[in-house]
């Protein structure tokens, strides 16, 4: 987090909605995974960071119920009444906030009115997590201002609720998680079946995280999303005529291999391929990155960024030149796309020296062969969500 930035927002704030006590702000990353994409939803270990930029509230208490939301982002200010919140097209973004305060009442205490100021700096559509940030930032915030003792993981749990019924989307709960139980330096290894989770130290020796930007937006994301996750509910089925398993990645690798026939539809047989092997793959990665492996943990990213690409096909033409051109540099370890795909970013693990060189070389080869430019990010893990004292 920026301590200016913070700043900032505040003084907005006071433009905004006038001086006065009682300020408080909050801050909540964005997060990049690092391995394990596309099985949160299918009871597998993801290994994703939090970043140290994000989203920014500053907030004041009313004393009606009453919630005023603006972000200084985009020009959209919108009063909604908390004893009737439902879902409106016209409000946009505040539909998340409005969702995670539905969730948060269900079981926490009522919430008091307030005027809000949001601020982000996760560059939108890139697969960062920007919705997800604004929901845990949103519960964060509110179970303060409520007095609410509800814990931070069913913070995030409630937040994915709100994405998925409030405001629609299916969405596992790796990005919530991610975002509000961060840990700077470290990355975390989660099992999203039992949501045991373990902090795996990530700063890399000599080693840095840069994420590219394809500016490709993904534009039928969520309903190309939803249909990934029915292709993998219908492959589950089909093996749970033979098998006793509650989730894909319940099988490792030879066991499907094993079973892979009993699933009818070769697309889906694709799809659950994927699952099983990504999730091995995690393990993988998390035993060499901790015995200090780092080719073996580069391998595993390309070898991810092949599997999206061929049997899951969510990476597009500009994840896959993003890639293409990264491996091209000496000095990257390995690169893949992170998120959901369809556009958004690649994670690539590259060496301090060739950083320059890696900006530089992708982003110009890039640039030449899709038309669009890219940016380019070199990442710090930070915290988790929390509150922003002495603002
Ligand atoms: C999106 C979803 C997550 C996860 C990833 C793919 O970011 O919000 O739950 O499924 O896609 O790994």
Known sequence: MQKQMMENVKNEFVNRYGEGSNIRAFFTPGRVNIIGEHIDYNGGFVFPCALDFGTYAVVRKRNDRKARFATMNFDLEVTVDLDNIVYDEAHDWVNYPKGVIKMYEKIGPKVPGFDVLYYGDIPNGSGLSSSASLEVLTATMINVLAGGDIAPIQLVQLSQKAENEFVGVNCGIMDQFAVGMGK??????????????????????????????????????????????????????????????????DMDEATFDQHAELINNPIARNRAQHAVYENQRVLKCVDALKKGDLETVGDLLYASHDSLRDLYEVTGKELDIMVEEAKKISGVLGSRMTGAGFGGCTVSLVEDEQVDAFIKNVGENYQKRTNLEPEFYVANVGQGAYEVKGV
């Open 184 to 249: 700077e330096d470290h990355a975390i290894l989660l099992d999203c079946n039992t949501l045991e989770y373990q902090y795996v130290p990530f700063k890399l020796d000599g080693v840095k995280i840069v994420i590219a930007n394809t500016k490709m937006r993904r534009g039928l994301a969520d309903s190309k999303y939803n249909e990934r996750r029915s292709e993998c509910e219908e492959a589950l089925r089909d093996l749970q005529d033979v098998l006793k398993i509650d989730y894909l990645c």
